[in-house]
């Protein structure tokens, strides 16, 4: 008997992991990811904003709220700010000539997203264990096999072959890239997604 778990589920979608990189590599020559955010070994770049308003994807706000224990009385606390993910309608003009323009028309037709990002997780570095309010949607597009993703106490490998993947970022979790490359995906706050 498999055991299936139904924290990490795979869509029955798939986009050009070659085209993924490219559009990737277009965006980090035309912006570079934002390393001010506060968080050691993580980095941003969003991909749609609040429609004519740059700030929305500037600082804390690309963050948003999360809840983590941070430390042995287990005592929950929420940190940073809240975001209305549902405003988050506007594809950033500088990267409308990217292939991430055709991505992002293609999952908005399928998903009701907020804000959509460009992840970066540095080599040998973990996030914190933490909790988010909705689920997120990933697809993969640099990464290597010490990169995993644990929710609760299951742990996946999400490969880079172009899938898409829906996590269950409602329960606690965390991603470390536990390699020597650095891990890169593209991360959708999914507003509209239960999970069984």
């Not at 941070?70 to 940073?80: A, C, F, L, Q």
């Not at 990267?95 to 997203?113: A, C, G, M, R, S």
Request: glycine share 6%.
């Amino acid at each position: 008997m498999s055991l299936v778990n139904t924290d990490f589920q795979k869509q029955n979608l798939k986009f050009d992991i070659k085209k993924l990189r490219e559009a990737c590599d277009q965006v980090l020559n035309i912006k570079g990811f934002d390393t001010s955010l506060g968080i050691p070994h993580f980095a941003s770049i969003s991909l749609n904003q609040i429609p004519g308003d740059p700030s929305s994807i500037k600082g804390n706000k690309a963050r948003g709220v999360y809840w983590t224990k941070p430390d042995s009385s287990g005592k929950e606390v929420s940190r940073d700010v809240t975001i209305d993910e549902s405003k988050y309608t506007e594809f950033v003009s500088e990267y409308k000539n990217t292939y991430f323009k055709e991505v992002y028309d293609i999952l908005v037709k399928k998903y009701k997203l907020g804000r959509v990002r460009l992840l970066l997780k540095e080599p040998r570095s973990t996030l914190s264990w933490h909790r988010d309010p909705e689920p997120r949607l990933h697809i993969p597009i640099y990464t290597n096999p010490g990169a995993i993703m644990v929710i609760d106490k299951s742990a996946q490998h999400m490969p880079a072959d172009g899938s898409v993947w829906v996590t269950n970022n409602l329960k606690y979790h965390n991603a470390f890239n536990g390699g020597e490359e650095n891990r890169v995906h593209l991360v959708a706050c999914v507003l509209d997604y239960k999970f069984n």
